[in-house]
């Protein structure tokens, strides 16, 4: 994932979850130009967010009659959203939601994967504070993903 002052980020809705658990929901927005979320994903989201995140919904599409059976809303509006913005950068969780966004070609990332990259890039000093605030949450990470990121941080 490459970041630059054109970057478009479209977050799903556990992504905004987990950052605002950990009060680094602002790594968002060092990290690209522009951060969309749409109306569903705004709503589960449930509380207020920060006024820099971009509400933008996609125009209906035939996926979406098809995705209904696959994933939750939210992971359908931000899919959509992104099939319709070029050289965006779509930031899901959901194991099903990331094979959907492979198999339609999108780029994306993972929340732990958005973290490791603004430690590389050096908008964090270190990754393991921020996972450790991540093991006091509810959200769930293999011992393997997180050993993997701590090599992959260099920690």
Known sequence: MQTNSDTIIIADTSCLILLSKIDEIGLLKSLAHHVYITSTVQSE???????????????????????????DAGEISAILLALETPSSILVI???????????????????????????????????????????????????????????????
């Open 93 to 155: 969780d959901d194991l099903k939601g990331r094979k959907i966004a492979e198999r339609l070609k999108l780029q994306f990332v993972g929340t732990l994967g958005l973290l490791l990259k603004a430690k590389r890039i050096g908008l964090i000093p270190q990754l393991v504070p921020i996972l450790d605030k991540i093991r006091k949450t509810n959200f769930r990470f293999s011992n393997q993903i997180i050993e993997a990121l701590h090599k992959a941080a260099g920690e």
């Open 45 to 71: 989201f449930g509380s207020s967010l920060p006024d820099w995140l971009i509400v933008k919904d996609p125009n209906q599409t035939p996926f979406q009659i098809l995705l209904e059976k696959e994933i």
